[in-house]
Nanobody
């Protein structure tokens, strides 16, 4: 059975940093792995994605502040978050695809597996 387990969320002051991890078990992902987030009362939104090759894609709202990386040997993807803002407060979800479709999926609808989410709260 495949599981994606996120960790690293928490409470941080604005301007601070956090590192999220997502460990996959039960399957070796050679497809894209990414991060989405959902704030209260808002729709889920794309944050970042990384392909097996290491190619990365970011939402404009976090560009330059967040960095996505993956350790293929550990089947783990990371999200380094810096210069955090109050508006970054959300539940962050890890997602994975079995294979790259040829197009980056910013909607989240094409992902095969999802984690349970980890809360990130940024205080002012």
């Amino acid at each position: 059975q495949v599981h994606l387990v996120e960790s690293g969320g928490g409470l941080v002051q604005a301007g601070g940093s956090l590192i999220l991890s997502c460990a996959a078990s039960g399957h070796t992902f050679v497809g894209p792995m990414g991060w989405f987030r959902q704030a209260p009362g808002k729709e889920r939104e794309f944050v970042a994605l990384i392909r097996w090759s290491g190619n990365t894609y970011y939402a404009d709202s976090i560009l330059g502040r967040f960095t996505i990386s993956r350790d293929n040997s550990r089947n783990t993807v990371y999200l380094q978050m810096g210069s955090l803002k109050v508006e970054d407060t959300a539940v962050y979800y890890c997602a994975a695809q079995n294979a790259f479709s040829g197009r980056v999926d910013y909607s989240g609808r094409g992902y095969d597996y999802w984690g349970q989410g980890t809360q990130v709260t940024v205080s002012s």
